[in-house]
């Protein structure tokens, strides 16, 4: 028999190992609502549309929200768990605070969902949906999801700061991080092109502009007439709440992204970084900035690999997206006793 001590690291590997694992998760299965919610991926469709339409930033925040669910101990919902007396939530964590928005497009899917079919579609789920949702609309591909996946019971803001790279990321930092998860290279650039979408804010591009590396000078793999525009957007003791686009087709996805780093154009530092500072990753971005049915290839292929990522535990299909459907009486129990 193990030591106490060895048996309690086998479990904590062994919980590690299982979001790369399919030992015990559930089988992921394609038309997976067909009998017990039929319509759920034209809901999810159409709640998506609206919201594009009355904010087209809105759908590209939802698309991220795969990438920073999925990272966390598999795709399991738990990036949109508020907050609570007992549970730090991962929308606070560091990478998270200042980048993830538009929650509330998400209670408006749940909320859909469970006027037609209640209690049945995970939020897991409806983030897998409207990511892709978010790109169709936006004019990229449409590729079909397996969906099944449960709701976690919490969230865990600690772990999301071990895992969710920063703005200031450098290539090698990326590829090991995706490679922690499977995903190969050609998957960390195509993913990176979800950045075809979407603004970020002056907060995560300020070291770049006037302290690159500790420098006190901007990054120099930038170039001029853009640093100028984004001297503009995002001065020096300006406010570091203004937007600007990720690439120049913000509202578009395409890939522009990739033709904006050949040129130097980058927003983010852990984008331009693929082209400027990585052999293997600067190959691969000039290749898609030539071949666009090439990224969008990847892309899906890329998207459909961190949508299987999960870590086994048990769940749930929560009521609420924002919380356990446990939460209140739980509380409850621990403030009695």
Not at 59 to 69: E, G, I, K, T
Not at 172 to 181: A, C, G, H, K, P
Not at 290 to 311: C, N, Y
Request: glycine share 6%; with cysteine.
């Amino acid at each position: 028999m193990l030591p106490l001590r060895n048996i309690s690291l086998f479990i904590s590997l062994l919980c590690h190992a299982s979001l790369l694992s399919s030992l015990f998760a559930k089988e992921l299965e394609l038309g997976y609502y067909s009998d017990t919610c039929p319509d759920a991926e034209s809901i999810v469709r159409e709640v998506m549309r609206r919201a594009m339409v009355r904010e087209p930033r809105s759908v590209a925040s939802v698309m991220r929200l795969q990438f920073h669910d999925c990272f966390v101990n598999g795709c399991d919902g738990s990036v949109l768990m508020d907050e609570t007396e007992t549970m730090l939530g991962e929308k606070e964590a560091l990478s998270n605070i200042n980048s993830l928005r538009s929650f509330e497009v998400i209670d408006e899917i749940k909320e859909a969902l469970e006027e037609n079919c209640p209690g049945v579609v995970s939020c897991a789920d409806i983030i897998i949906m409207a990511s892709r949702d978010a790109v169709a609309l936006s004019g990229g591909p449409y590729w079909n999801v397996k969906l099944g996946r449960e709701d976690s019971l919490y969230a865990s803001q600690d772990d999301s700061n071990d895992i969710m790279p920063s703005p200031r990321a450098n290539a090698t930092m990326l590829i090991d991080l995706f490679s922690r998860f499977n995903l190969t290279i050609t998957d960390l650039v195509a993913l990176s092109g979800s950045h075809s979408i979407g603004e970020a804010r002056c907060f995560s591009i300020m070291f770049r502009l006037y302290n690159q590396s500790g420098s006190g000078r901007p990054d120099p793999n930038m170039d001029s007439k853009f640093r100028n525009k984004l001297d503009s957007l995002c001065p020096r003791g300006g406010d570091e709440n203004v937007t600007g686009g990720m690439d120049s087709t913000p509202v578009k996805f395409d890939n522009q992204y990739f033709k904006d780093l050949v040129q130097l154009r980058g927003f983010l530092n852990s984008d331009q970084t693929l082209f400027s500072d990585n052999i293997r990753t600067r190959k691969l971005v000039k290749k898609f900035s030539t071949d666009q049915e090439a990224f969008f290839k990847a892309f899906i292929k890329g998207m459909v690999k961190m949508g299987d990522l999960q870590s086994g535990r048990k769940g749930e299909i929560r009521r609420n997206c924002r919380v356990a459907n446990n939460q209140r009486e739980d509380d409850f129990l621990i403030r009695v006793f």
